[in-house]
């Protein structure tokens, strides 16, 4: 099944896929020049996003994600940040924010190196790319996560591994659900199979991340208030 758009759907795509450029440009400098994160790995899961969530995600990163002022600190070379305390919601969505940045980078290296080394699951293209996107984003993911959780424990080595892994593959797992939903929806009953070097592939892209937040953040809060995932 071969992808057919019609005329006016092209610059919609296009619109989008700008939006989310600018988005991640505006948020990656605002947090290179003015606001750092306390947490390092946080100054890559916001741009990330942006790229998927456009304007919607610099509003959480204003809103939520954004630092306070800088003031001198008494214990460190590095100036400390006024961070106020985050609802329980808020929190639950960077740390949303935080697997969504390993899933989004794996998809955007994904498509362009399954072509390299295309194989099939079942007799489908399809679903060996989508294998390759699920191994990448858990390997990014689980990096991401470890990078969050190794400075808030003060720990290294394979027990923080481990447990970043433990962490990371539920929410990301829901996330590729939504995620591969509805590129399902798109590859099988709309549309069919479209190729990487189509604006019309990024803008769904795109709209299956959003998916994908809206299926991870129920499990996201759920390993929160459980305690098996540290709120950020």
Known sequence: MNAAFPDFFTPICWLGVLLGLVSCLVVAVDLRLRRPQPMAVMNLVWPINALWGGPVVVWAYWAIGRTGSRRPSTSSLQPEMDMP??????????????????????????????????????????????????????????????????????????????????????????????MYGWMALVIFVWIGRIPPNRMEFWFMMQLAMACGFLTSYPMNWWLVRVGIKTAM
Request: aromatic share 14%; charged share 15%.
């Open 85 to 178: 305390e985050r609802a329980f919601w808020q929190k639950v969505l960077a740390g949303t924010m935080h697997c969504g940045a390993g899933c989004s980078l794996a998809d955007l290296i994904g498509p362009f190196l399954f072509r390299l080394i295309a194989f099939e699951i079942l007799g489908s293209l399809v679903f060996g790319e989508w294998t390759l996107d699920y191994v990448l984003a858990l390997i990014i993911g689980v990096s991401f996560q470890y990078m969050a959780l190794s400075p808030m424990l003060q720990q290294k080595g394979a027990a923080i591994w481990w447990r970043a892994l433990k962490v990371d593959f539920l929410s990301l797992t829901a996330w590729q659900v939504g």
